[in-house]
């Protein structure tokens, strides 16, 4: 495996006449954990779907696993979109073993790695449970156990905490340290410092499409502490 699943050069995204990301370089290292930090519209989603090839650069370039996104690249990665979804007639236990099995895992496999995801994070009582029927809360869980499922060598989640009450936000970040200590390496957006602060190697803040900080959490309060001024939007959250 390359020392880092995803380097990104000097990539740049218009819509039109609007920038949303503009000459953005960053480099995740294997085995780390990286905050992607900034408000609403900074540029985080439409840069982690031109990570993953759902969307091609204006300029720049993306190598994911080494390579240009491409099908066997994507099979080492688990990726939960912003835009929250499931099927909502099937159930928790068939809707995290359908997305193993897109994944390569045999039908056997996939539904003993779903029971155990529902043991272990305490919804085995739910598992014939329709989606539909779930709470919001509940079925946002079986969509981040759904991303796991497969093992990913690189994790990609958009604003994973996004709609989870502190109880869900803590079980969430249990989740994603049993993953790093399994060997995954973990990319995720949010507008909260607070768990980049508790997770992270270190954090990657946009504003206005541009990188605005790329360091470990020491070196960024060492430079907030010289004076340097990083000014966001209105949604910010540093609680």
Do not use: W
């Not at 990319?187 to 946009?206: K, N, P, Q």
């Amino acid at each position: 495996m390359p020392s880092s699943p995803l380097i990104m050069t000097s990539v740049t995204k218009r819509f039109g006449a609007f920038t949303a990301v503009d000459s953005l370089s960053l480099e995740v290292p294997d085995g780390q954990i990286i905050g992607f930090l900034g408000p609403n519209g900074a540029g985080k989603s439409t840069s982690l779907r031109m990570a993953l090839g759902i969307m091609e650069p204006d300029s720049g370039e993306v190598e994911l696993f080494g390579d240009k996104p491409n099908v066997r690249a994507l099979q080492k990665v688990g990726f939960l979109p912003e835009e929250r979804g499931l099927y909502k007639k099937m159930t928790a236990r068939d809707t995290i073993s359908h997305f193993a099995r897109l994944k390569g895992l045999s039908a056997q496999d996939a539904r003993a790695r779903a029971d155990e995801l529902l043991g272990a994070t305490g919804l085995e009582e739910f598992s014939r449970t329709r989606i539909s029927k779930l709470s919001k809360g509940m079925a946002q869980k079986v969509q981040i156990l759904s991303t796991l499922a497969h093992r990913p060598d690189f994790l990609i989640l958009d604003e994973p905490f996004s709609g989870l009450d502190p109880v869900n936000q803590q079980a969430l970040e249990d989740l994603i340290r049993t993953e790093h200590a399994r060997g995954a390496t973990i990319l995720f957006s949010t507008h909260v410092m607070e768990h980049a602060e508790r997770l992270c190697d270190r954090i990657i803040m946009m504003a206005r499409g541009r990188k605005v900080l790329d360091g470990t959490l020491q070196e960024a309060f060492a430079t907030l502490g010289q004076g340097a001024r990083i000014s966001v939007e209105a949604g910010f959250d540093l609680a």
